[in-house]
């Protein structure tokens, strides 16, 4: 039975996936760590440490101590979050990563590194995006996943260890709230719809970028990690997409819903620029060639199902 230490489990994803990953493998048998204490059922569920990825002795510490033999390495700052403060998201994504992946190397653990659109830049072809092409982000987030992907090819093919990740699109869901993204309007404007029947965008109306709803990218990042190590030609930064969406296309979705729903717009300089330089859609055949990624929510089925959730969370 798998051994599994996830670093950022009280973020967007970590939240998320750890659960998932203890009914999987068992409760006992996954170990939820993030820089801050818990004071939820990720603590009440399962192990759980505060550890800081950056603390390469504590990381070290932590995955002995557990016994760990894979690790969910989720720590990071967020686009829109990261522009503010671009030291301590390179300190984060970079820093964080070389420790476990060091780590990792010594103590041979598998490794899942999640990257993202945000990879890819204004020079990048946006439509389709290819799975191998020029990225040249114009965000410190953008660069540290570049590197990140980098990083984890190199401690593939120089040190053998086991290193796999996904490039994930904007991530919606119900559960977890906006962490600092650039796509957090697609959640938000969820919540504004069910308590107040209106929202205001930070995005322009026809800014399209990639998404997908979280259980289908929670499922590929399993996926990903169980697949023959084999058939892997691309190990780190597969695509995958589910959906692409722009602001008025959502809203328009749930209107199908709500239909007295109203949107508006104040578009944020910075987080437009941001989407302006990410693609409009990837090309992830890749994925899907190589571990047969296929998504199960497309823009129906994730708007019916985030209403119906929020309906009951909100009301």
């Not at 010594?106 to 191998?132: N, W």
């Not at 998504?295 to 909100?314: C, F, G, H, I, S």
Request: glycine letters at 6%.
């Amino acid at each position: 039975m798998k051994r599994i230490l996830v670093t950022g489990a009280a973020g967007q994803v970590g939240s998320e996936l750890v659960p998932v990953l203890r009914e999987r493998y068992g409760a006992d048998n996954v170990l939820a760590t993030d820089i801050r204490d818990d004071d939820g059922a990720l603590k009440e569920a399962g192990p759980w440490e505060v550890v800081d990825c950056t603390d390469h002795d504590a990381m070290d510490q932590a995955v002995v101590g557990f016994g760990a033999d894979t690790v969910y390495h989720l720590a990071a700052i967020l686009s829109a979050v990261a522009e503010k403060d671009p030291h301590r998201a390179y300190t984060v994504n970079l820093g964080g990563l070389e420790n476990t992946l060091e780590i990792a190397r010594v103590r041979e653990l598998a490794v899942f590194i999640p990257s993202s659109i945000a990879a890819f830049g204004p020079s990048t072809p946006a439509d389709p995006t290819p799975q191998v092409t020029i990225q040249r982000p114009t965000t410190i987030y953008g660069v540290t996943k570049v590197a990140g992907e980098l990083l984890a090819d190199y401690f593939h093919t120089r040190f053998g260890v086991d290193t796999r990740g996904v490039r994930y699109p904007g991530l919606i869901s119900y559960l977890t709230p906006p962490g600092g993204g650039t796509t957090d309007y697609a959640v938000e404007i969820f919540y504004e719809a069910v308590r107040n029947r209106r929202y205001t965008c930070f995005l322009e109306p026809d800014s399209q970028l990639d998404m997908m709803y979280m259980p289908d990218a929670i499922r590929a990042s399993m996926e990903v990690m169980e697949a023959d190590g084999s058939k892997l030609k691309n190990r780190n930064a597969f695509n995958i997409t589910a959906m692409q969406l722009t602001p008025a296309r959502l809203a328009d979705a749930i209107r199908e819903h709500i239909p007295d729903f109203e949107m508006s717009y104040d578009v944020d300089p910075m987080r437009q620029a941001i989407a302006e330089s990410w693609p409009r859609r990837i090309d992830d055949s890749a994925a899907r060639e190589e571990w047969d990624w296929q998504p199960e929510y497309d823009l129906d089925a994730m708007v019916a199902d985030m209403l119906q959730n929020l309906e009951k969370k909100l009301t």
